[in-house]
């Protein structure tokens, strides 16, 4: 049975960025959208991944489920049973998009983390800092909610990464949710979500209070992260860092020193009405060399 970025409800969860339509023969979902300036729509996979059960039949989906959309663009689950020449079956764009940090739960623990994180976990220890997780995490929706909030001010998100309290209030619900929770002096700290799907658990958010923030309760949630999962789950996916690839900024350093390893994420995409999709491009004032994919879409971001 499916369970997170996989299962039909997590494409719900993010309803208000785009009507879900459910690929029947490989079980994954889109989210479809109406095309800026035009009376056309195209689909995106979820953020931040698409994951499906029967990656051979997505080809097959693309075919019969999405002959009125303009193009198809998604990012497939790392962890997923596929490689670039099953992508390119289904996709004539698939690209190296990111590398998603990963902890292979099979390496002991005590030899990965970087010698400034265990610094810093010991900090967050000393801080006492500790984690747990939360048995309802739909009950912890307010607090979630407030947390989360200090991140979007903090990095000045928007869009569909901002996220509403209906979609979190969703998102907390979908089969295979894991919340750990940061607790500090008996006040709430930080939280991580997680989805977890088979044999991986993956990162899905965290968010953390002010105190949170001085008390490096992000190294403790991490830390604690690994030791509730070592025996439930083989692998850990940490996801990539911020920005459309993944570079030298904090977020990247700051995954990279929990990670064993990195598995590789593609971009795919796919022109279901090169009539259209040509139309439309023209229109946006893509050229003809246009890197980004769909190219009517290249001033989205």
């Known amino acids: 049975m499916s369970a997170g970025y996989a299962h039909p409800a997590y494409a719900h969860a993010l309803r208000e960025f785009g009507t879900p339509r459910a ?36 080809a097959a989906d693309l075919d019969e489920v999405c002959r009125d959309l303009v193009s198809v663009a998604l990012v497939p689950d790392p962890f997923g049973a596929h490689d670039p020449a099953l992508l390119r079956q289904a996709f004539e764009v698939v ?34 800092v500790t984690v747990e997780p939360c048995s309802d995490p739909s009950a912890f929706l307010d607090e ?17 990464k901002a996220f509403s309290r209906e979609s979190f209030r969703d998102q907390l619900a979908v089969p295979g949710i894991t ?19 088979g044999s991986v658990a993956y990162s899905h958010l965290m968010a953390l209070s002010a105190d949170g923030y001085a008390a490096s309760a992000s190294y403790a949630l991490y830390a604690g992260a690994i030791e509730y ?11 990539a860092g911020a920005g459309v ?29 090169r009539e259209a999709y040509t139309r439309l491009a023209a229109q946006a004032g893509a050229g003809p060399d246009e890197p980004y994919f769909p190219a009517y879409r290249r001033a989205e971001f």
């Not at 292979?104 to 976990?121: E, F, I, Q, W």
């Open 95 to 128: 690209r190296p998009f990111k590398e998603h940090f990963v902890y292979d739960l099979g390496v002991a623990a005590s030899g990965t983390l970087t010698k400034h994180h265990r610094y810093y976990v010991k900090q967050a220890a000393a801080a006492e």
């Open 179 to 197: 919340l750990l929770r940061a607790v500090r002096a008996g006040r709430t700290a930080g939280a991580h979500l997680w989805y977890v799907s």
């Open 23 to 58: 690929l029947p023969r490989s079980g994954g979902s889109l989210l479809e959208r109406l095309v800026p300036g035009s009376d056309r729509r195209d689909a995106m996979g979820p953020y931040p991944l698409f994951a499906c059960r029967d990656w051979s039949a997505l």
């Open 229 to 239: 999962f070592a025996s439930r789950v083989a692998w850990l996916d940490l996801g």
């Open 245 to 273: 690839a993944a570079g030298s900024e904090g977020l990247t350093r700051f995954k990279r020193g929990f990670a064993t390893g990195t598995r590789p994420a593609f971009f795919c995409g796919r022109v279901i009405d």
């Open 144 to 160: 979630w909610v407030a947390l989360y909030g200090t991140l979007v001010q903090r990095h000045g998100l928007r869009g569909i």
